[in-house]
């Protein structure tokens, strides 16, 4: 008889062990599994390129869209901001670029027209690997008497495949040397920005240089993906930075893995440049 109470005493003491420990593997898992620290965020890999048409500047009156479309698939980018896009003009041929771009890489897009140009349209565009909605364009100022060409940001809604839902947009800013219209579009494109809510990436030529007024009132509201920006432009003699990738930084949604120029000085007279961004969960 004490044998067998002996036995039972040990047998309980086994049982509260495995439960003890039991307890302590699942304190473990909870504290491995990140709900005691800060969660790992989904990953999206953003390009912001001017295309040029998708004309090589050492080839006049060529178009080589296969060189822009290698130079994107080469980077794998999640979400791409065109510019300098052509819609079936005269000397880029027939079809809407942006539409042959996405098709060759598997991609969405959203075109966008600035002007009418040669017979057809010229403008921005995105691509995502991702469903696009609301897709919007939004025209930006120019003052009259300026001669300044219409400028646009084009923007869509994402969900990304981890449930985040963002806002991306693509602009081109005007070109001519006095800023007066890049600065009646920059105050444009914030404006449009504050009235957002979801969190917001806005990539693209901005035709202004880091330091410039320009930037300077984009980045009182947007966060730059470079701080020391390196140059993309031109491709066959770099000497200053006028592509950016920006984000609002007071949804708190995003954090700046890395940034890079892609040195491809052939089909383009732009770098494309590239940020990988964190999506705070």
Do not use: W
């Amino acid at each position: 008889m004490a044998n067998f109470l002996k036995g039972i005493v040990a047998g309980m003491a086994v049982i509260f062990a495995v439960a003890c420990s039991s307890s302590s593997s699942t304190a473990d898992s909870s504290e491995m599994d990140g709900s005691n620290q800060e969660k790992v965020g989904e990953e999206l890999r953003v390009m912001a390129y001017n295309i040029h048409h998708a004309n090589p500047p050492s080839k006049p009156e060529f178009i080589d869209l296969n060189a822009i479309v290698e130079t994107i698939r080469n980077e794998d980018p999640d979400l791409v901001a065109l510019q300098e896009v052509d819609f079936n003009t005269e000397r880029s041929g027939a079809g809407n670029q942006a539409e042959q771009i996405a098709s060759l890489l598997n991609m969405n897009y959203f075109f966008g027209k600035a002007i009418d140009y040669e017979g057809g349209e010229y403008g921005v565009a995105i691509l995502s690997k991702f469903p696009l909605a609301e897709e919007k364009v939004e025209r930006l100022p120019t003052q009259a008497g300026t001669n300044g060409e219409p400028r646009v940001l084009v923007t869509a809604k994402i969900v990304t495949p981890k449930g985040n839902t963002i806002r991306f947009g693509s602009t081109h800013l005007d070109a001519q040397r006095e800023p007066t219209n890049r600065l009646l579009q920059i105050k444009k494109i914030v404006e449009l920005a504050q009235d957002e809510e979801l969190p917001f990436i806005i990539a693209g030529d901005f035709n202004a240089v880091q330091d410039s007024e320009v930037m300077n009132i984009f980045t009182n509201d947007f966060g730059l993906t470079c701080t020391d920006c390196p140059f993309t432009i031109s491709t066959d003699n770099p000497v200053k930075t006028i592509d950016f990738i920006g984000f609002n930084p007071a949804s708190g949604k995003f954090k700046v893995k890395n940034h890079h120029v892609v040195k491809q000085d052939y089909a383009s007279d732009h770098f494309p440049i590239v940020s990988n961004l964190v999506i705070v969960q």
